[in-house]
């Protein structure tokens, strides 16, 4: 079975590939400049995801001053506004900061939070915590603050029922699309959660009922690390995968 | 600049890249039997990795009996397993399900929370829901729970000192990182939402401080549908994306 999906308004880029395209495509389009989606994935195609979500890392201090373009931007917004979301609500809403003054204040916000966590490690720790860049607000061009309807969809949502919390979910889920699209057009995204949110609702007049779920930067990067950045910089250490699974029921060893 | 990662553990399928690996690609094994991750994404893998992304489908009626590889799931568990989390935490775990009758008593679990949802829906609406099947529990030869230790790091996590919510936010990046890892390997998985988390846990001898984040049904598809079957089946159409952007602040049309 193979899909034609109409892809052709945001993914310009993405040319046809033709030996597909006659496997019995259902074109829905008049003009074809989408992609063919084949159910089936590939050995390679396979391996070039792997690669995009092995390469994908956290970026606070290698952003270049170099704009992105729009439509990288918008392939980037795409892929987000593609998640799945509970009852197909799409929760999600994107405010893009480029303004320097709105940017100053948001880095201030930062700062400020940054100050009264440093205090809460001990000792050693708290000399690596000072040491460490955690956002790269003003470096990076475009900011990106994501947030959550909760009233989207109405007072009863198909699959939120019994897990109001799953709007919010689906709204990560949106950011993790957006993190992955980014790393596979070049571009690096640095996620900052040490801030306080209810200050920033008010500087960006986030209404009331709006939850914020992410803040990120964006941007072009000079370079990707090899390996998680606390991890490189010797902050904590990757854990084995093996001693989190377990089988049937909850591993009494956690 | 090139970055071997040592993936040939858990990532035997992954075939080396030879042009890639002539360009100063950093060997740190001996045996060379991973991924070259060159730092540049090109074109082609862009295109791979999008196609990936356009064609995960939540399911929950396409479900096949045939088992899933053993090395198949530890691929997507590992893709999980690589999601970003706060401070580097890992604050996740992974209850593979396999027994049938922990999964009947699942099933009813689910039963039970969907008659009630059912019953919120009015008139005609409550007649398309009770058309749509919400979950593959017992189709699925493998359940997942995915949950979140909310003490995992201890008291102070870098990152998590001003939003604590970012330990569960980083594990529903594990679960979408799971679910587009997933569709790579060409097998579905279906998030059930529509269930008593208290009951779960207690079913699954989950201590009181881990939180349950998803449950997942996973296993080969007859097919996987072109649009969200919410869609398809006339529950709700796509939002169109410009009307969710803004730009400097909220935008007060929302």
Known sequence: MNILIGLEKFLP?????????????????????????????TQQERNDFYKVLYGRR????????????DEVLERILQAAHHAPSVGFSQP??????????????????????????AEMFADKRQQDYRQIKLAGILDAPINICITCDRERGG???LGKTHQPEMDIYSTVCAVQNLQLAA????????????????????????PERI?????????????????????VKGWKDRT??????STDQWDPKN
């Open 13 to 41: 880029c993405l040319q046809l590939n033709k030996s597909m395209a006659l496997k019995g495509a259902v074109f829905k389009g008049t003009v074809l400049k989408g992609i063919i989606l084949n159910t089936i994935i």
């Open 58 to 69: 956290d970026v606070r201090s290698e952003f270049l001053p170099d704009s992105v373009a």
């Open 92 to 117: 999600w809403n994107f405010i893009l900061l480029r303004d320097q003054q709105i940017k100053q204040s948001i880095h201030r916000l930062h700062q400020e939070a940054n100050a009264e966590a």
């Open 155 to 157: 007072s009863v949502v």
């Open 183 to 206: 790393r596979a057009e070049n571009i690096g995204v640095g996620w900052v959660s040490i801030m306080d949110k209810q200050k920033l609702k008010s500087l960006l007049k986030i």
């Open 211 to 231: 939850e914020v779920v992410a803040y990120l930067c964006i941007g072009h990067v000079s370079q990707f690390y090899d390996e998680p950045e606390l991890q």
């Open 240 to 245: 084995d995968l093996a001693g989190l699974v």
